[in-house]
């Protein structure tokens, strides 16, 4: 795939970031602060950059390039676009400023174990109200 002049950009400053290292909090605050990382797949409407798929690619490529840990897949890429998918405009507004600016991030259940039982699981559906669809 052959990038844009601001796609090349975009990848040499993350790219940048990651050599100069840094603990992992303190690195995704960068990220987000300086080079937009958390918003790009999230409209301006709610606070993000409103790029595409490419640029998350970009950022994406770069993070397992150097085997990153970093909250961009669940949070800024996986829980966005679940959250616009949604079309729950309310949800939106309230969570996905936070999202693209790296200050909340989407915390995901692990497998289970001995606390199992206490487990949540979701089911969203574009008809879902908030907290339907749980099981």
């Known amino acids: 795939m052959s990038l844009t002049p601001e796609q090349q950009d975009l990848r040499d400053a993350v790219r940048g970031l990651l050599a100069a290292g840094g603990d992992e909090r303190s690195l995704w605050r960068r990220l987000c602060g300086e080079v937009g990382a958390a918003g790009l797949a999230i409209p301006a409407r709610y606070g ?11 950022v994406m490529e770069e993070l397992g390039r150097d085997l990153t840990a970093s909250p961009m897949l669940g949070s800024a890429v996986l829980a966005a676009q679940v959250l616009l998918a949604s079309g729950d405009e309310a949800a939106c507004h309230r969570l996905l400023p936070a999202i693209a600016d790296g200050s ?26 908030p907290g339907a669809g749980r099981s």
């Open 104 to 129: 909340a991030t989407a915390a995901w259940p692990g497998p289970p174990g001995p606390g199992a039982g206490t487990a949540v699981r979701w089911r969203a559906t574009p008809e879902s109200s």
């Open 48 to 58: 993000g950059a409103g790029a595409g798929p490419a640029e998350t690619g970009v």
